[in-house]
Nanobody, 123 residues
């Protein structure tokens, strides 16, 4: 049984930093794409960043240069370092995993999801 558990969310002032962690268990190999999505009330769940098993990473334009996704395969953990946070980054952040490589930007590609962690950035 695959389980993804996020941690590290919280309340921070604009310009501050947070690091989110996602501990994965039950994945049969490291050949998964790991990703972070976020969702604000009344809005769609959108990709923030993904990290393929080969090391390729990609980010949504609004976080480029501020956020960094990384993974530690030995610990089965993926991280999202968020710097220079803005009020518009406020959302519930979800960790996701997929064994497929098609349309890595779409939530429908991902088979497994964490429960989400709230990030609130005050102005």
């Amino acid at each position: 049984q695959v389980q993804l558990v996020e941690s590290g969310g919280g309340l921070v002032q604009a310009g501050g930093s947070l690091r989110l962690s996602c501990a994965a268990s039950g994945l049969t190999s490291t050949n998964y794409i790991m990703a972070w999505f976020r969702q604000s009330p009344g809005k769609e769940r959108n990709l923030v960043a993904f990290h393929s098993w080969s090391g390729y990473t990609a980010y949504t334009d609004s976080v480029k240069g501020r956020f960094t996704i990384s993974r530690d395969n030995a610990k089965n953990t993926v991280y999202l370092q968020m710097n220079s946070l803005k009020p518009e980054d406020t959302a519930v952040y979800y960790c996701a995993a997929s064994p497929y490589s098609s349309d890595r930007y779409s939530p429908s590609t991902y088979s497994y999801w964490g429960q989400g962690t709230q990030v609130t950035v005050s102005s």
